[in-house]
């Protein structure tokens, strides 16, 4: 899977926006952008996914760069819910497998009351 | 309510013993993960299974065997030939059906004595 380059940590204020990007110059036309966030001591929860267009549900957007080099996860209105540890990935479907994911440090964003 | 299952949450053992850990899903997904994680990093793939009687391994496969005889279940065996155990173990499964969300387990916390 091709390589993702987060920030280490980010803060924010609690009820603003918060933006967390996410670089993947070496991406293939076939990979998928995930994003997942872990809660300390929890598994991982799913937050979005997308391929090439910008994509919205009720936890987040997606932004996708047009030349697919970055993108980067829009959390609205932050809470302190949303203090979490943020993983974006990077998934080849090509090949229509479900061969795992490549997680790595992500990026521990931090919110501010 | 669907979802994973992982037991024990805490797991003690002394070194040079085989542990089992469990993992149990009634999502009737097709494919099964199991990821290691070590404090202030991300997931690291060790064993996958896209269908029942088959696996493959991921990154860091030795020292560890899995079985998947039963859709819903995939246990996930430390043996004492793994050099550092201790670890946080997360469980995970999706459906076979494209990039779709992985759902993760609570995780279960193995500490070799």
């Known amino acids: 899977d091709a390589k993702t380059t987060q920030p280490n940590s980010m803060e924010s204020n609690e009820e603003e926006p918060v933006h967390l990007p996410c670089n993947h110059s070496t991406i293939s036309g076939t990979d998928y952008i995930h994003w997942y966030r872990q809660l300390p001591s929890q598994g991982p929860e799913y937050v979005i996914h997308?391929?090439?267009s910008n994509v919205n549900n009720r936890m987040a957007s997606l932004a996708i760069a047009e030349d697919r080099k970055s993108s980067t996860l829009i959390l609205h209105r932050a809470t302190l819910r949303d203090a979490a540890v943020y993983y974006c990935?990077?998934?080849?479907?090509?090949?229509?497998?479900?061969?795992?994911?490549?997680f790595g440090k992500g990026t521990h964003l931090i919110i501010q009351p | 309510d669907g979802g994973i299952t992982q037991s024990p949450k805490y797991l003690f053992r002394k070194e040079g013993q085989n542990v089992t850990l469990s993992c149990e899903q009634n999502?009737?997904?097709?494919?099964m993960y199991w990821y290691r994680q070590d404090p202030g990093q991300g997931l690291r793939l060790i064993y996958y299974s896209q269908i029942v009687n088959d696996f493959q391994k991921g990154d860091i496969a030795e020292g560890y065997s899995v079985s998947r005889e039963k859709k819903e279940s995939f246990p996930l065996t430390v043996t004492s030939a793994q050099k550092n155990p201790t670890a946080f173990y997360l469980c995970?499964?999706?459906?076979?059906?494209?990039?779709?969300?992985?759902?993760f387990g609570p995780g279960t916390r193995l500490t070799v004595l």
């Open positions: 999502l009737n997904h097709d494919a």
């Open positions: 997308g391929l090439t």
């Open positions: 990935i990077l998934s080849d479907w090509a090949g229509g497998g479900a061969d795992g994911l490549t």
């Open positions: 995970a499964s999706s459906p076979w059906t494209g990039p779709s969300e992985q759902f």
